[in-house]
């Protein structure tokens, strides 16, 4: 059973620095997958922020966050970190790590259902 537990999150003002991590446990060695964060915001749906691949040569950003966010993994720890800067807040919701098929971040839709997910991080980013 693949389980995710994360840490990190919090308050910020914006401009400033978050850093999220996801623990990874249960692959067996030869499955490939993805791990990273979607964030669903009041009232919005659910988006896809940042994915990398078991073992770190791939990595997909969202649109909004490449210029800020950089995903990396420690593949030793079978952790994935969100290093997330120049917060806005517009980035203020819940971020969930989640693992499995990269289409599910890719496609944009929720048609890629994925292995776990994560109990969620709470971002707030004040203006």
């Known amino acids: 059973q693949v389980q995710l537990v994360e840490s990190g999150g919090g308050s910020v003002e914006a401009g400033g620095s978050l850093t999220l991590s996801c623990a990874v446990s249960?692959?067996?060695?030869?499955?490939?997958?993805?791990q990273g964060w979607f964030r669903q915001a009041p009232g919005k749906e659910r988006e896809g922020v940042a994915a990398i691949s078991r073992g770190g040569g791939g990595t997909w950003r969202a649109g909004s966050v490449k210029a800020r966010f950089t995903i990396s993994r420690d593949v030793a720890t079978n952790t994935v970190y969100l290093q997330m800067n120049s917060l806005r807040p517009e980035d203020t919701a819940m971020y969930y790590c989640?693992?499995?098929?990269?289409?599910?971040?890719?496609?944009?839709?929720?048609?890629?259902?994925?292995?776990?997910w994560g109990q969620g991080t709470l971002v707030t980013v004040s203006s």
């Open positions: 249960g692959y067996t060695s030869s499955k490939n997958y993805y």
């Open positions: 989640a693992a499995g098929d990269p289409r599910g971040w890719m496609s944009g839709t929720d048609t890629y259902a994925l292995d776990a």
